[in-house]
């Protein structure tokens, strides 16, 4: 089965921090995908990977990057927590047009 | 504008009762995907489906049934005889040829089914 690892479910950071959020998955797929879900908006793209090194911005990038250095592993970095950016965070890999979902990171800014 | 329209935002059913989770989508690439994820209080989200735009059978799985109609852009999903552990969020989630991988979502269907 492949496998999508988030490394926290729950995070609380304070306004100001940096912060990595990481994503980990066992299967050497090229894509992988970090979305944010927020109530009643539903899923938004915020960035995503085609290879290591590569990255494309998707629909809500701002306050966000994020790092590939290993195909396995995808960090998304929130270079100065706000607490707008309080949400659900779930990353995804990719292989063929089938997404795995990791079990998402609960962030909270204070 | 939204790729993936969900109008229903909630929907309450009892127990035993059938239910269709409406999906619209919109886009002007002849080769696509559709999905309908379920997701539930655990936060994780479970794939159900993927049909592709060449393929227009609709598809029974169990309790799980899917329309797909591109004369209508529609997807719609339903579930018979619903059960409690059927109470999720789902999605419908779309993915163009032209961005093959990128999935765009709708903003969820909150279903919540009574005992």
């Known amino acids: 089965d492949v496998k999508v690892t988030q490394s926290s479910r729950y995070l609380v950071k304070r306004t100001g921090e940096k912060v990595f959020l990481e994503c980990v998955q066992d299967m050497d797929h090229e894509n992988m995908f970090w979305y944010r879900q927020d109530p009643g908006l539903g899923l938004r793209l915020i960035y995503f990977?085609?290879?290591?090194?590569?990255?494309e911005k998707g629909d809500i990038p701002e306050g966000y990057s994020v790092s590939r250095e290993k195909k396995e592993r995808f960090s998304l970095i929130l270079e100065s927590a706000s607490t707008n950016q309080t949400s659900m965070y779930l990353c995804a890999s990719l292989i063929g047009t089938e997404a795995f979902f990791g079990q998402g990171t609960r962030l909270t800014v204070v | 504008a939204q790729k993936v329209t969900q109008a229903q935002t909630e929907i309450s059913v009892v127990e035993k009762e059938d239910v269709t989770l409406d999906c619209v989508y919109e886009t002007r690439d002849t080769t696509y995907y559709l999905f309908w994820y379920k997701q539930p209080p655990s936060g994780e989200l479970v794939f159900l489906i993927r049909?592709?735009?060449?393929?227009?059978q609709n598809e029974i799985s169990g309790r799980y049934s899917w329309n797909f109609q591109k004369s209508t852009s529609s997807f719609n999903f339903t579930i018979t005889a619903s059960q409690v552990v059927d109470s999720a969020v789902y999605f419908c989630a779309l993915s163009e040829g032209s961005t093959l991988g990128r999935l765009y979502f709708g903003r969820g269907t909150q279903l919540t089914v009574w005992p």
């Open positions: 049909r592709n735009s060449f393929d227009e």
């Open positions: 990977s085609y290879d290591v090194k590569m990255k």
